[in-house]
Protein backbone atom coordinates (compact mmCIF):
# COMPACT_ATOMS: atom_id res chain seq x y z
CA UNK A 1 0.00 0.00 0.00
CA UNK A 2 0.93 3.44 -1.08
CA UNK A 3 1.32 6.55 1.59
CA UNK A 4 -0.01 9.25 0.22
CA UNK A 5 1.43 12.92 1.47
CA UNK A 6 1.74 16.48 0.58
CA UNK A 7 5.27 16.88 1.17
CA UNK A 8 8.10 14.29 1.88
CA UNK A 9 11.84 15.99 2.74
CA UNK A 10 14.70 14.31 2.89
CA UNK A 11 16.88 15.30 5.41
CA UNK A 12 16.27 16.17 8.82
CA UNK A 13 18.98 19.11 9.48
CA UNK A 14 17.59 22.59 10.55
CA UNK A 15 17.63 23.10 6.60
CA UNK A 16 15.08 20.34 6.20
CA UNK A 17 13.54 21.03 9.14
CA UNK A 18 12.63 24.58 9.03
CA UNK A 19 10.75 23.49 5.54
CA UNK A 20 8.31 20.81 7.39
CA UNK A 21 7.77 23.48 10.10
CA UNK A 22 6.44 26.04 7.67
CA UNK A 23 4.98 23.55 5.30
CA UNK A 24 2.97 21.76 8.24
CA UNK A 25 2.20 24.89 9.66
CA UNK A 26 0.25 26.31 6.04
CA UNK A 27 -1.86 22.99 6.72
CA UNK A 28 0.14 20.63 4.17
CA UNK A 29 0.39 16.64 5.51
CA UNK A 30 4.91 16.49 6.13
CA UNK A 31 6.98 13.44 6.12
CA UNK A 32 10.49 14.05 6.50
CA UNK A 33 13.03 11.15 5.55
CA UNK A 34 16.00 10.75 7.74
CA UNK A 35 18.68 7.93 6.49
CA UNK A 36 20.67 8.08 10.56
CA UNK A 37 18.62 7.02 13.73
CA UNK A 38 18.72 10.80 15.29
CA UNK A 39 18.94 13.89 13.69
CA UNK A 40 21.92 16.70 14.39
CA UNK A 41 24.28 14.21 13.21
CA UNK A 42 25.21 15.31 9.90
CA UNK A 43 26.55 19.27 9.14
CA UNK A 44 23.75 20.90 11.28
CA UNK A 45 25.08 19.24 14.71
CA UNK A 46 28.86 20.36 13.68
CA UNK A 47 28.92 23.79 13.26
CA UNK A 48 30.44 26.73 15.49
CA UNK A 49 26.74 27.97 16.26
CA UNK A 50 27.23 31.36 14.84
CA UNK A 51 24.32 33.47 13.56
CA UNK A 52 25.93 35.67 10.49
CA UNK A 53 25.68 38.85 9.92
CA UNK A 54 25.88 39.03 6.27
CA UNK A 55 29.21 40.78 5.32
CA UNK A 56 31.32 38.52 3.11
CA UNK A 57 28.81 37.73 1.02
CA UNK A 58 28.34 39.50 -2.49
CA UNK A 59 25.01 41.93 -3.31
CA UNK A 60 23.30 39.65 -4.98
CA UNK A 61 24.03 36.62 -3.79
CA UNK A 62 21.26 33.51 -2.20
CA UNK A 63 23.82 33.93 0.57
CA UNK A 64 23.49 37.24 1.72
CA UNK A 65 19.32 37.14 0.62
CA UNK A 66 18.93 34.43 2.87
CA UNK A 67 21.91 35.28 5.75
CA UNK A 68 20.19 38.55 6.65
CA UNK A 69 16.48 37.45 6.16
CA UNK A 70 17.15 34.22 8.27
CA UNK A 71 18.91 36.08 10.92
CA UNK A 72 15.79 38.19 11.44
CA UNK A 73 13.65 35.25 11.35
CA UNK A 74 15.69 33.42 13.34
CA UNK A 75 15.54 35.97 16.53
CA UNK A 76 12.41 36.10 16.85
CA UNK A 77 12.13 32.14 16.87
CA UNK A 78 14.37 32.18 19.54
CA UNK A 79 12.97 34.82 21.91
CA UNK A 80 9.59 33.10 21.43
CA UNK A 81 10.56 29.46 21.68
CA UNK A 82 13.72 30.60 24.71
CA UNK A 83 16.00 29.18 23.30
CA UNK A 84 19.47 30.54 24.41
CA UNK A 85 21.27 32.58 22.60
CA UNK A 86 23.81 35.90 22.83
CA UNK A 87 24.21 38.85 20.09
CA UNK A 88 27.93 39.09 21.12
CA UNK A 89 29.68 41.24 17.97
CA UNK A 90 32.67 40.13 16.49
CA UNK A 91 35.88 41.81 15.06
CA UNK A 92 37.57 40.65 11.69
CA UNK A 93 41.03 41.34 12.45
CA UNK A 94 44.07 42.00 9.81
CA UNK A 95 46.13 39.73 11.84
CA UNK A 96 50.03 39.04 12.31
CA UNK A 97 51.55 40.97 9.26
CA UNK A 98 55.15 41.98 7.85
CA UNK A 99 55.36 45.51 6.85
CA UNK A 100 55.64 44.43 3.17
CA UNK A 101 51.70 42.53 3.42
CA UNK A 102 50.49 45.49 5.34
CA UNK A 103 49.05 47.20 2.56
CA UNK A 104 47.82 44.76 0.53
CA UNK A 105 45.89 43.14 3.83
CA UNK A 106 44.63 46.50 4.80
CA UNK A 107 43.19 46.92 1.41
CA UNK A 108 41.14 43.83 1.65
CA UNK A 109 39.90 44.43 5.34
CA UNK A 110 38.78 47.94 3.67
CA UNK A 111 36.95 45.71 0.69
CA UNK A 112 35.24 43.74 3.06
CA UNK A 113 34.04 46.66 5.49
CA UNK A 114 32.85 48.86 2.07
CA UNK A 115 30.94 45.03 1.40
CA UNK A 116 29.25 45.09 4.87
CA UNK A 117 28.25 48.59 4.31
CA UNK A 118 27.03 48.18 1.10
CA UNK A 119 25.18 45.28 2.56
CA UNK A 120 23.30 47.74 4.84
CA UNK A 121 25.46 46.29 7.98
CA UNK A 122 24.61 48.72 11.02
CA UNK A 123 27.18 49.87 13.03
CA UNK A 124 30.05 48.22 11.65
CA UNK A 125 33.51 50.26 12.39
CA UNK A 126 37.03 50.18 11.70
CA UNK A 127 38.97 49.90 14.99
CA UNK A 128 42.63 50.80 14.98
CA UNK A 129 45.14 49.04 17.58
CA UNK A 130 42.25 46.72 18.17
CA UNK A 131 44.24 45.13 21.03
CA UNK A 132 43.91 48.43 23.17
CA UNK A 133 40.53 47.49 23.89
CA UNK A 134 40.52 43.99 23.32
CA UNK A 135 43.38 42.06 24.90
CA UNK A 136 45.25 39.84 23.33
CA UNK A 137 43.94 40.32 19.50
CA UNK A 138 46.94 40.52 17.07
CA UNK A 139 46.74 43.45 14.27
CA UNK A 140 46.82 46.77 13.61
CA UNK A 141 43.56 47.34 12.32
CA UNK A 142 39.88 45.52 12.56
CA UNK A 143 36.23 45.14 11.53
CA UNK A 144 34.07 45.39 14.26
CA UNK A 145 30.57 43.81 14.13
CA UNK A 146 27.66 44.31 16.51
CA UNK A 147 25.13 42.18 15.55
CA UNK A 148 27.08 38.93 15.02
CA UNK A 149 26.30 35.87 17.89
CA UNK A 150 25.69 32.48 18.97
CA UNK A 151 22.76 29.91 19.45
CA UNK A 152 22.90 26.81 21.30
CA UNK A 153 22.16 24.51 18.43
CA UNK A 154 21.28 21.35 20.47
CA UNK A 155 18.07 23.26 21.72
CA UNK A 156 17.56 24.96 18.60
CA UNK A 157 17.42 21.86 16.76
CA UNK A 158 15.46 20.29 19.13
CA UNK A 159 12.35 22.56 20.13
CA UNK A 160 12.30 22.98 16.02
CA UNK A 161 11.64 19.26 15.90
CA UNK A 162 9.28 19.34 18.82
CA UNK A 163 7.23 21.85 17.04
CA UNK A 164 7.18 20.20 13.46
CA UNK A 165 6.22 17.40 15.54
CA UNK A 166 3.43 19.51 17.34
CA UNK A 167 2.23 20.75 13.90
CA UNK A 168 1.88 17.01 12.40
CA UNK A 169 5.08 16.51 10.81
CA UNK A 170 6.33 12.66 10.65
CA UNK A 171 9.68 12.20 11.41
CA UNK A 172 10.76 8.83 9.21
CA UNK A 173 14.53 7.68 11.06
CA UNK A 174 16.55 5.22 9.54
CA UNK A 175 14.83 5.09 6.09
CA UNK A 176 17.34 5.86 3.02
CA UNK A 177 15.24 7.26 -0.48
CA UNK A 178 15.49 6.08 -3.62
CA UNK A 179 13.36 5.61 -6.64
CA UNK A 180 12.17 2.21 -7.97
CA UNK A 181 10.21 1.95 -11.08
CA UNK A 182 9.50 5.75 -10.91
CA UNK A 183 7.98 5.41 -7.70
CA UNK A 184 9.99 7.04 -4.41
CA UNK A 185 10.12 4.62 -1.39
CA UNK A 186 11.81 4.77 1.86
CA UNK A 187 14.10 1.85 3.03
CA UNK A 188 14.69 0.77 6.27
CA UNK A 189 17.92 -0.84 7.45
CA UNK A 190 16.07 -4.28 7.44
CA UNK A 191 15.86 -3.85 3.94
CA UNK A 192 11.61 -3.22 4.14
CA UNK A 193 10.52 -0.69 1.88
CA UNK A 194 7.51 1.48 1.97
CA UNK A 195 6.14 3.73 -1.61
CA UNK A 196 5.44 7.42 -0.85
CA UNK A 197 3.07 9.17 -3.25
CA UNK A 198 3.89 13.11 -2.57
CA UNK A 199 2.68 15.64 -4.49
CA UNK A 200 5.80 17.95 -3.19
CA UNK A 201 9.44 16.38 -2.49
CA UNK A 202 12.47 18.88 -0.90
CA UNK A 203 15.78 17.29 -1.58
CA UNK A 204 17.07 18.31 2.08
CA UNK A 205 20.24 15.75 1.63
CA UNK A 206 23.23 18.68 2.99
CA UNK A 207 26.46 16.23 1.92
CA UNK A 208 24.14 13.28 0.14
CA UNK A 209 22.14 16.06 -1.84
CA UNK A 210 24.33 15.28 -5.19
CA UNK A 211 23.15 11.30 -4.51
CA UNK A 212 19.18 12.52 -4.44
CA UNK A 213 19.77 15.37 -7.25
CA UNK A 214 21.02 12.17 -9.65
CA UNK A 215 18.43 9.79 -9.26
CA UNK A 216 16.16 13.06 -11.01
CA UNK A 217 18.92 12.75 -13.73
CA UNK A 218 21.21 15.95 -13.36
CA UNK A 219 24.53 14.11 -13.17
CA UNK A 220 27.05 17.34 -13.26
CA UNK A 221 26.99 18.22 -9.86
CA UNK A 222 28.78 16.99 -6.95
CA UNK A 223 29.15 17.15 -3.49
CA UNK A 224 33.12 17.65 -1.85
CA UNK A 225 33.18 16.55 1.48
CA UNK A 226 35.35 19.82 2.95
CA UNK A 227 36.55 19.05 6.35
CA UNK A 228 36.57 21.74 9.13
CA UNK A 229 38.29 21.30 12.36
CA UNK A 230 37.72 22.02 16.44
CA UNK A 231 40.46 22.43 18.58
CA UNK A 232 38.86 22.89 21.93
CA UNK A 233 40.82 25.74 24.43
CA UNK A 234 41.00 25.78 27.77
CA UNK A 235 40.55 29.05 28.48
CA UNK A 236 38.27 32.22 27.32
CA UNK A 237 38.98 34.97 26.37
CA UNK A 238 37.85 37.72 29.23
CA UNK A 239 35.45 39.22 26.80
CA UNK A 240 32.50 37.91 25.28
CA UNK A 241 34.10 38.09 21.22
CA UNK A 242 34.23 36.00 18.38
CA UNK A 243 37.42 36.93 16.73
CA UNK A 244 38.04 35.88 12.91
CA UNK A 245 41.03 36.40 10.35
CA UNK A 246 40.51 38.54 7.15
CA UNK A 247 39.15 35.92 4.53
CA UNK A 248 40.50 33.65 2.06
CA UNK A 249 39.01 34.88 -1.23
CA UNK A 250 40.12 31.34 -2.79
CA UNK A 251 37.49 29.88 -0.51
CA UNK A 252 33.98 30.09 1.37
CA UNK A 253 35.94 28.71 4.65
CA UNK A 254 36.05 31.58 7.22
CA UNK A 255 39.85 30.71 8.26
CA UNK A 256 40.68 29.62 11.94
CA UNK A 257 38.69 31.52 14.68
CA UNK A 258 37.60 32.18 18.50
CA UNK A 259 34.49 31.26 18.94
CA UNK A 260 32.77 29.85 22.00
CA UNK A 261 29.23 28.50 23.52
CA UNK A 262 26.80 29.20 25.60
CA UNK A 263 28.48 26.33 27.84
CA UNK A 264 31.81 28.43 28.30
CA UNK A 265 33.41 26.19 26.17
CA UNK A 266 36.19 27.83 23.68
CA UNK A 267 37.30 26.56 20.55
CA UNK A 268 39.78 27.59 17.56
CA UNK A 269 38.46 26.69 14.32
CA UNK A 270 37.69 25.37 11.90
CA UNK A 271 40.14 25.25 8.96
CA UNK A 272 39.58 23.75 5.82
CA UNK A 273 40.95 20.32 4.53
CA UNK A 274 39.43 17.90 1.87
CA UNK A 275 37.94 14.89 3.55
CA UNK A 276 38.36 11.48 2.78
CA UNK A 277 34.94 10.63 2.79
CA UNK A 278 31.62 12.31 3.84
CA UNK A 279 31.74 10.42 6.94
CA UNK A 280 35.39 11.52 7.94
CA UNK A 281 35.18 13.13 11.22
CA UNK A 282 38.69 12.32 11.70
CA UNK A 283 40.88 15.48 12.87
CA UNK A 284 44.36 15.22 10.87
CA UNK A 285 45.71 18.42 11.02
CA UNK A 286 48.65 18.46 13.63
CA UNK A 287 48.14 20.86 17.21
CA UNK A 288 51.32 22.49 16.21
CA UNK A 289 49.72 24.08 12.52
CA UNK A 290 47.06 24.55 14.55
CA UNK A 291 48.58 26.64 16.99
CA UNK A 292 50.29 28.49 14.43
CA UNK A 293 46.84 29.72 12.51
CA UNK A 294 45.12 30.79 16.05
CA UNK A 295 48.69 33.15 16.57
CA UNK A 296 47.69 34.68 13.31
CA UNK A 297 44.67 36.17 15.49
CA UNK A 298 45.27 35.59 19.33
CA UNK A 299 48.80 36.18 21.17
CA UNK A 300 47.32 34.57 24.89
CA UNK A 301 47.65 30.43 24.07
CA UNK A 302 50.14 28.22 24.63
CA UNK A 303 50.85 24.71 22.80
CA UNK A 304 49.30 23.06 25.39
CA UNK A 305 46.08 24.93 25.89
CA UNK A 306 44.78 23.13 22.66
CA UNK A 307 43.09 19.68 22.47
CA UNK A 308 41.29 18.06 19.92
CA UNK A 309 37.50 18.58 19.71
CA UNK A 310 35.29 18.10 17.05
CA UNK A 311 34.99 18.04 13.11
CA UNK A 312 32.21 19.52 11.25
CA UNK A 313 32.01 18.73 7.10
CA UNK A 314 30.78 21.52 4.60
CA UNK A 315 28.82 20.27 1.32
CA UNK A 316 31.04 21.92 -1.21
CA UNK A 317 29.45 22.30 -4.77
CA UNK A 318 30.43 21.55 -8.09
CA UNK A 319 29.06 21.41 -11.07
CA UNK A 320 31.32 20.41 -13.95
CA UNK A 321 34.31 20.76 -12.11
CA UNK A 322 33.68 24.08 -11.52
CA UNK A 323 32.91 24.99 -7.81
CA UNK A 324 30.14 26.90 -7.14
CA UNK A 325 30.43 29.34 -4.27
CA UNK A 326 26.78 30.39 -3.32
CA UNK A 327 23.85 28.64 -2.63
CA UNK A 328 21.81 26.50 -4.84
CA UNK A 329 18.10 26.17 -5.10
CA UNK A 330 17.06 23.90 -7.71
CA UNK A 331 13.72 22.72 -9.08
CA UNK A 332 14.03 19.97 -11.43
CA UNK A 333 11.64 18.70 -12.35
CA UNK A 334 8.13 20.63 -11.49
CA UNK A 335 7.21 20.27 -7.71
CA UNK A 336 10.67 18.89 -6.53
CA UNK A 337 12.92 21.36 -5.03
CA UNK A 338 16.90 20.70 -5.05
CA UNK A 339 18.71 22.22 -1.75
CA UNK A 340 22.39 22.29 -2.91
CA UNK A 341 25.81 23.48 -1.62
CA UNK A 342 23.72 24.71 1.79
CA UNK A 343 27.44 25.30 3.80
CA UNK A 344 27.97 28.86 5.83
CA UNK A 345 25.93 30.44 6.63
CA UNK A 346 23.60 28.04 6.44
CA UNK A 347 22.31 27.79 9.85
CA UNK A 348 21.67 31.53 9.75
CA UNK A 349 20.08 31.31 6.68
CA UNK A 350 17.77 28.11 7.19
CA UNK A 351 14.88 29.60 8.19
CA UNK A 352 14.80 31.85 4.98
CA UNK A 353 15.82 28.70 2.74
CA UNK A 354 12.65 26.81 4.43
CA UNK A 355 10.16 29.76 3.69
CA UNK A 356 11.47 30.22 0.07
CA UNK A 357 10.52 26.64 -0.74
CA UNK A 358 7.52 26.48 0.99
CA UNK A 359 6.55 29.67 -0.90
CA UNK A 360 7.45 27.90 -4.36
CA UNK A 361 5.09 25.34 -3.79
CA UNK A 362 2.30 27.50 -2.84
CA UNK A 363 2.69 30.32 -5.54
Not at 37 to 52: A, K, Q
Not at 56 to 62: A, D, P, Q, R, T
Not at 314 to 323: I, N, S, T, V
Request: glycine fraction near 8%; include cysteine.
Amino acid sequence: MKTKIDVLIIGSGIVGSWVAYYAAKKGLSVAVCEKESSGGDGISGRNSGVLHSGIYYSKNSEKLKHCLRGYDLSLSFFEENNIPYKICGKLITIGKTTQEEFSSKQEILFQLFENGKSNNLSNIEIISKPYLKYKYVVGELAIHIPKTGVVDVPIYLKTLWQLCEKEGVIFLYNRKFNIHNGEYVLEDKQGKVESIDSHFLVNAGGLYSDEIVKLFGLYDYEIRPNKGEYYALKKNLPYPKLIYPLPNKQSTALGVHYTFNLANEAYAGPNSNWANSKSDYTIQTPKEKYYKSLLNILDCYELNDLREGYVGIRPRLFFQEQAIKDFLILEHPKNIVHLLGIESPGLTASPSLGLEVVEKFLK
